[in-house]
């Protein structure tokens, strides 16, 4: 078993900036990489970035890529999330995921076993 537990959500103004963190616990020697769903409301949960564990190759949508940055901290067990130049679209729950087995997809909610309990990033115009 894998627990995730983020933080930093909160309220961001348009052209500000905002650092989400996820930390792993548990079996965390059995994870493969982790990464970023977001969820607006009305609309389907769909990936933002991933960064595999070992190599740190990295994963991001088209609607975010140049603007968020995904990182990792290998000794900590945790997963960044740094957001620039947010837009109101931006506005989701995010939620930290992580990925337990070896597979080529990193853009599905179906490669991922492990699901935070997400935090609110609000973006303000």
């Known amino acids: 078993q894998v627990q995730l537990v983020e933080s930093g959500g909160g309220l961001v103004q348009a052209g500000g900036s905002l650092r989400l963190s996820c930390a792993a616990s548990?079996?965390?020697?059995?994870?493969?990489?982790m990464g970023w769903f977001r969820q607006a409301p009305g609309n389907e949960r769909e990936f933002v970035a991933a960064i595999s564990w070992s190599g740190g190759s990295t994963y991001y949508a088209d609607s975010v890529k140049g603007r968020f940055t995904i990182s990792r901290d290998n000794a900590k067990t945790t997963v960044y999330l740094q957001i620039a130049s947010p837009q109101p679209d931006d506005t989701a729950v995010y939620y930290c995921?992580?990925?337990?087995?070896?597979?080529?997809?990193?853009?599905?909610?179906?490669?991922?076993?492990?699901w935070g309990q997400g935090t609110q990033v609000t973006v303000s115009s």
């Open positions: 995921v992580a990925k337990s087995s070896l597979t080529r997809n990193w853009y599905s909610r179906t490669a991922y076993a492990y």
């Open positions: 548990g079996r965390t020697s059995s994870m493969f990489g």
